[in-house]
């Protein structure tokens, strides 16, 4: 299976970029595992809501371009919440129906535009609480990870 991950900017902190790495290697031994990370759109200091949405649509626009095909997983906080083991059914089943590639999408700061998340085929979200970007990105890399790990009953998931 492929599983893309699109993400806007890249991962500023050593140890974030460090922790990503580290599951990217590991889920390497169950998938083909491609980073894309367009650059997010400038935005004033303290822009406005018409200005949010602009960079948003135009950011959807670099996302597109790294997303040809496959399933659309959209990371976004009112998305649905499922456990570790029903990350690993979604990702199986995917792979049983005949889907070879998943997608995850993270926006940016301000998150991802609305006609995009239209587009996606799930709405996914880790928590009801708010984590920081980066931190996010480590723990999506991670659940990713844990979901390949019990699809292949591997001793990480206890």
Do not use: W
């Not at 980073?35 to 649509?57: G, H, M, R, T, Y």
């Not at 670099?62 to 399933?71: F, N, Q």
């Not at 570790?84 to 700061?109: D, H, M, P, W, Y």
């Amino acid at each position: 299976m492929n599983v893309n991950f699109i993400a806007m900017g890249k991962l500023k902190e050593s140890y974030f970029r460090e922790a990503c790495a580290e599951y990217q290697k590991r889920l390497s031994a169950f998938a083909k595992v491609n980073v894309k990370e367009p650059l997010p759109v400038d935005l004033p200091q303290s822009p406005s809501d018409a200005q949010i949405e602009k960079a948003l649509e135009k950011e959807a626009l670099l996302i597109r371009e790294h997303v040809k095909s496959g399933y659309k997983i959209a990371m976004c906080v009112e998305g649905k919440q499922l456990s570790s083991e029903q990350l690993a059914q979604k990702i199986s089943a995917l792979g049983t129906s005949g889907i070879s590639t998943v997608n995850f999408i993270v926006g940016s700061s301000f998150g991802l535009a609305e006609s995009l998340k239209q587009e996606c085929d799930l709405r996914l979200s880790m928590s009801p609480m708010t984590f920081p970007h980066s931190l996010a990105r480590v723990m999506l890399f991670e659940q990713v990870y844990r979901a390949f790990s019990i699809i292949n009953n591997s001793k990480y998931h206890k």
